[in-house]
C-alpha cells in the first residue's frame, strides 16, 4: 500500500515537470545532460512567499550544475499582486502567477509547488499574515511539501527576523524553520502520515541578499560560486537566470543577461555545521546505497559512448539500465530515488529513440457525457525496434494493435469515446472550495502543493522499444494553427454545456431608478436550450457605530426577491452551434427601502441547473487559462448625489474605472495619445489618470504643461496612484508643485481613518463624507502615498497600520490657477468594482471638486 502511494505521488512530481512540455523533444545536448543527471540522488528545496521571489540563477545553478533535484515551494500564488500586463486582479492574477511561474521553471529546470495561502495583499508583519493564513494550515503545507520532496537541504529566501520588509517573506521562513523539525516528527500533522512517511533535512539556510539599501551578506557566511557556464546548454546561470526570471511579465521582472563570476551567500540556520559547501558531508551519489555497483557501472558507460550524432545508439544501454535499476530493492529512501529514476530513465529512452507520441482532440472543449474525437499519432525517428503494443483511452478502453512501427512513419489512430458524465469541470482545483480572504479550501490531500490540475483526460501509449514495456502516458490537448503564431498547443477544457456571464461585477444604483443588466449565454455544445433563472437578495443588514460592523437581523429569500425587482421579458433561449452567444436582458430594480445585496444567473437545461460563467485569460507566454465562477454580481444601491456626467479618462496600466463610473451614469472619454495632442481640453471639467499612468505612458511627461495649463485654466486633475521603485521608477513630473510618490501605504481594509478637518470641501460636496463610507473596503485602504509634500498641498486624511505612525498621504489637494490637482493612493481601482459605495460617493467629490475664482 505505502509503495503503491509512493508511486502514485512521484507521478505527480513527474507529470507536474512534464505536462506542459508533453512533446518537447530533447536535442543531443540535452539528452547527455539528462543521462549526468541520473547520478545524482539529492534534492534541495527553495522556499519564499510569492511568484518572483525566487532566486532564479541559484535555482538554475542547482538544478543543471549540481544536478539536484530542485523545488521551489512558493507559499502564495500572487493574488494580491499589481498586474502590469493587463487588468485581471485577485485569482485572475494568481492563474496568471502560477503559470509564469511554471514556465519559469521549464527553463531554469526546477520544479514548482504552493501551498493553500492565498496571497491577500501587502502585509507588513507575520502576525497580521498568520491571522489570515491560519499558521498551522499552511505549516501543514510546507510539512506535507518537505516530506513528499524529501530534501536533503532547505534553503529560505528571506530571514524570520524582518529584513525581507513583507509581511509574508518573514512568514514563509518562520514556516520553514519550523518545518524542518515538524517534517522528522511523527505527532505532527499524523493524517499525513497515509501518504508519506517523516522526513529531517539536514540542514536549513538564508540565501542572504543585497537588495537596495539592505545588504544581509557578510564575509563569514557561506558563499558559493553560481556563475559557471554549462557548455551543454550553451548558456550561464546568469544567463539562464534572465531568461526565467523574464517570465514574470505581469510583474515586470524582465531581466538582462548576466555573465562571468557570481557569488551567493548563506547563513546556516539549523542542521549540521558546513566549511565549505551547502551539501558538506552529504552524499548525492548512488554510492550511498549498497548493492547499486553493477547498475552504477551501467549508468557511467553509458555517459562515456553517448555519441551525439546517433543517440539512438544508447537506447540498449539505457533499457539495461533500467532493469537493472528495477530489480534492486533496498530500504529507507532507495525506493523513493528508484521511482524518480526509472521515470527520467524512460523519458531518456524515448528521445534517444526519436518516439514522438501525442493525443488531440478535434475541439478545445469538451462536455461530460458527450463524445470526443481524439486523434493519437506514434512516430519513431531514430533507427530503434519498437513495437506499438495497443492505446488505451478515456474510459479505460483498449485498442490493440501489435504493430511494429517503421522508421520516420507516421501511424495515425482515430477513436470517439463519450466523457463521463461525473467529469470534473476543467477548473483550478483550488478554486473548486470556499474562497476566504487569507487560504483556498483544499480538501483532497493529494492535490496539495501541486501547481496545476491532474490531467482530466489522457491516452497511455503501451509501448515496448528494445523488448522494455512501457505505458506511455500523454495529456490529450487541442492543437491548431494560427496564421501568425504558427501551431499552437492548448489545453483540453472540460466544460459545461453553456455559461452564463453578467456584464458587470457590480451594479450601482443610485436612486430607485430601474437598471438594464446584460447576461451573455455561450453554446459549449450543440442543440443548447433552456431558461435563463435570476433571482436577487440582500445581504445581511449591519449597523455601525463607528467603523466596526455588526449584523443585527437575516431576511428569508421571499424578502430578498421582493426588495429587489427582477424583469424579464423572454427567459427561453436556444442556440443551435457550438460557440454561439445570445445576450439577453433583464431589468432590476431597487426599492426604497432595498438594501445592498447580489443577483445570481442559472440556466435550466434539460432540468439540470448550471451556474457558472467563465472568465478567460490570453498572454501569448502562458498557455491558455480560464476560471468558472458562480455567476454572480454585487447590486449596491448608494444614497449618491452627482453634479456634471463628463469625465475624460487617459489610460494607465489598466483598470476598471471607466466602467464603474459609466455605471453611475458618467460619459466617459478615453484620451488616447492623438487626442491629448489635438484636443481643447478645457471642454472637460474633470480628467483623471489611471493606475501607474506615469509609469506606462511617456508621452504624458511630454502633455505636462498642457495638462497643467489645463488646471490653471480651472480643470480638475485626479492623477490616480503610481508606483516607485525598481520596476516602475517615478521620473515625471506630475503635480504643479513637488511631491515625492513614496512606498508608503496602509494595507489594513479596516484602518481607521481620521479626517483632518470635517469642513473640506472634498469631505461635503456633493456628498457628505462620514467614517461610515470607508465601511467595507477590500484589501487595503491605499498604496504609493505621496509624501515630502509642498506647502501648497492639503492632506485629507491621516491613517495608518496598527503600531505604525500616521500617514496623510494617501489624498492630497492642491489649488493651481482657478483649478485642483488631486494626487491619490486610496485604491479606488479595487474599491470601485467590488461596489464599495463610499468609495463611489468620495470618488464622486473629487470629479466634483469646484474651480476656483
Known amino acids: 500500500m505505502q509503495k503503491n502511494i509512493l508511486s502514485l505521488l512521484i507521478s505527480f512530481f513527474i507529470i507536474t515537470q512534464l505536462s506542459a512540455q508533453t512533446n518537447s523533444q530533447l536535442n543531443s545536448a540535452e539528452i547527455l545532460h539528462a543521462m549526468q543527471k541520473l547520478n545524482t540522488v539529492g534534492a534541495v528545496l527553495y522556499i519564499a512567499a510569492h511568484p518572483d521571489d525566487e532566486n532564479t540563477r541559484l535555482l538554475a545553478y542547482l538544478a543543471n550544475e549540481r544536478q539536484l533535484r530542485t523545488g521551489y515551494l512558493s507559499l502564495t500564488r500572487g493574488d494580491g499582486g499589481q498586474n502590469l500586463i493587463g487588468k485581471e486582479q485577485g485569482e485572475m492574477l494568481g492563474l496568471i502567477r502560477t503559470q509564469e511561474l511554471l514556465a519559469a521553471r521549464r527553463i531554469d529546470g526546477a520544479e514548482q509547488f504552493f501551498t493553500r495561502a492565498n496571497d491577500f495583499g501587502y502585509s507588513k508583519n507575520p502576525e497580521e499574515t498568520f491571522s489570515f493564513w491560519n499558521k498551522d494550515s499552511i505549516l501543514a503545507d510546507v510539512v506535507y511539501t518537505i516530506r513528499k520532496f524529501k530534501p536533503s537541504v532547505i534553503i529560505c529566501r528571506f530571514p524570520t527576523t524582518g529584513e525581507g520588509g513583507h509581511g509574508h517573506h518573514t512568514a514563509s521562513a518562520i514556516l520553514a524553520l519550523e518545518a524542518f523539525d515538524a517534517a522528522a516528527d511523527p505527532t505532527k500533522f499524523p493524517e499525513q502520515l497515509k501518504y508519506v512517511q517523516v522526513w529531517q533535512a539536514q540542514r536549513i539556510f538564508w540565501n542572504t541578499f543585497n537588495f537596495g539599501s539592505t545588504n544581509t551578506t557578510a564575509p563569514n557566511q557561506l558563499k558559493i560560486e553560481v556563475g559557471a557556464y554549462n557548455s551543454l546548454l550553451g548558456k550561464g546561470y546568469g544567463e539562464i537566470m534572465a531568461e526565467s526570471r523574464s517570465m514574470h511579465k505581469s510583474q515586470g521582472f524582465g531581466s538582462a543577461k548576466q555573465r562571468g563570476s557570481t557569488i551567493e551567500y548563506f547563513k546556516l540556520l539549523k542542521g549540521d555545521t558546513v566549511k565549505s559547501d551547502l551539501f558538506d558531508g552529504i552524499s548525492t551519489a548512488w554510492t550511498q546505497f549498497k548493492g547499486t555497483e553493477k547498475m552504477q557501472k551501467s549508468l557511467t558507460e553509458i555517459i562515456n559512448t553517448y555519441r551525439a550524432q546517433s543517440p539512438e545508439k544508447s537506447v540498449a544501454g539505457l533499457v539495461k539500465f533500467y532493469n537493472e535499476l528495477k530489480i534492486i530493492d533496498i530500504k529507507g529512501s532507495f525506493n523513493y530515488w528508484k521511482e524518480l529514476k526509472l521515470k527520467e530513465t524512460e523519458r531518456l529512452i524515448l528521445a534517444c529513440s526519436g518516439l514522438w507520441l501525442e493525443a488531440t482532440a478535434s475541439d478545445y472543449m469538451a462536455i461530460p457525457g458527450q463524445d470526443v474525437n481524439i486523434t ?97 502516458q500523454r495529456d490529450v490537448v487541442y492543437k491548431f494553427t494560427d496564421p501568425v503564431k504558427g501551431e499552437i498547443y492548448r489545453p483540453l477544457e472540460i466544460l459545461p454545456p453553456a455559461t452564463v456571464n453578467i456584464s458587470d461585477k457590480a451594479f450601482v444604483f443610485v436612486d430607485t431608478k430601474p437598471k438594464t443588466i446584460q447576461f451573455t449565454i455561450k453554446a459549449n455544445a450543440n442543440n443548447v436550450e433552456g431558461d435563463l433563472q435570476l433571482i436577487a437578495y440582500e445581504n445581511i443588514v449591519f449597523k455601525s457605530t463607528t467603523q466596526e460592523l455588526t449584523p443585527i437581523t437575516n431576511y428569508d429569500l421571499t424578502t430578498f426577491k421582493e426588495n429587489w425587482k427582477i424583469e424579464i421579458k423572454n427567459s427561453k433561449f436556444k442556440l443551435v452551434n457550438k460557440g454561439d452567444e445570445i445576450m439577453m436582458e433583464a431589468i432590476v430594480t431597487p426599492t426604497k427601502i432595498t438594501k445592498d445585496g447580489q443577483i445570481s444567473a442559472s440556466l435550466m437545461i434539460n432540468n439540470i441547473s448550471y451556474n457558472q460563467s467563465i472568465s478567460r485569460i490570453e498572454y501569448d507566454h502562458i498557455p491558455y487559462q480560464f476560471i468558472l465562477s458562480d455567476a454572480r454580481a454585487t447590486l449596491v444601491n448608494i444614497d449618491l448625489k452627482k453634479i456634471d456626467n463628463q469625465v475624460a479618462y487617459i489610460p494607465g496600466a489598466g483598470d476598471d474605472v471607466p466602467a464603474c463610473l459609466k455605471q453611475i451614469g458618467y460619459n466617459v472619454t478615453m484620451l488616447t495619445d492623438e487626442l491629448l495632442m489635438t484636443e481643447d481640453l478645457s471642454k472637460y471639467k474633470t480628467i483623471v489618470t489611471g493606475i501607474r499612468a506615469y509609469n506606462t505612458n511617456e508621452r504624458l511627461q511630454v502633455y505636462y504643461n498642457k495638462l497643467m495649463d489645463y488646471v490653471k485654466q480651472g480643470g480638475n486633475l485626479i492623477v490616480q496612484y503610481n508606483t516607485n521603485s525598481r520596476v516602475g521608477p517615478m521620473v515625471a513630473k506630475i503635480g504643479p508643485y513637488p511631491f515625492t510618490v513614496s512606498r508608503e501605504r496602509v494595507t489594513n481594509e479596516n484602518a481607521e481613518v481620521r479626517f483632518k478637518s470635517d469642513t473640506l470641501k472634498v469631505l461635503n460636496y456633493p456628498n457628505k463624507i462620514t467614517p461610515y463610507d470607508f465601511i467595507g473596503w477590500v484589501q487595503e485602504r491605499g498604496i504609493y502615498f505621496a509624501t515630502e509634500l509642498g506647502p501648497q498641498y492639503q492632506t485629507v486624511f491621516s491613517m495608518n497600520d496598527p503600531n505604525e505612525k500616521p500617514q496623510e498621504g494617501s489624498l492630497i489637494i492642491a489649488q493651481y490657477g482657478k483649478g485642483n490637482f488631486v494626487y491619490t493612493g486610496l485604491a479606488f481601482f479595487r474599491e470601485l468594482p467590488a461596489g464599495v459605495p463610499g468609495a463611489y460617493r468620495l470618488f464622486v467629490n473629487l470629479l466634483s471638486l469646484p474651480p476656483h475664482p
Do not use: C
Request: glycine fraction near 6%; hydrophobic fraction near 35%; charged fraction near 25%.
Open 376 to 472: 493519437s499519432q506514434v512516430i519513431i525517428r531514430n533507427k530503434t525496434i519498437a513495437k506499438l503494443n495497443g492505446l488505451s483511452f478515456l474510459n479505460q478502453s483498449d485498442t490493440v494493435t501489435a504493430l511494429a512501427i517503421k522508421a520516420n512513419e507516421m501511424y495515425t489512430f482515430k477513436h470517439k469515446e463519450k466523457l463521463s458524465i461525473d467529469a470534473k469541470y476543467s477548473n483550478p482545483y483550488w478554486l473548486n472550495g470556499v474562497r476566504n480572504s487569507g487560504r483556498y479550501e483544499v480538501r483532497d490531500q493529494l492535490l496539495i502543493g501541486r501547481p496545476e490540475n491532474n490531467p482530466a483526460t489522457k491516452v497511455l501509449f503501451d509501448i515496448t522499444v528494445e523488448g522494455l514495456n512501457l505505458r506511455v
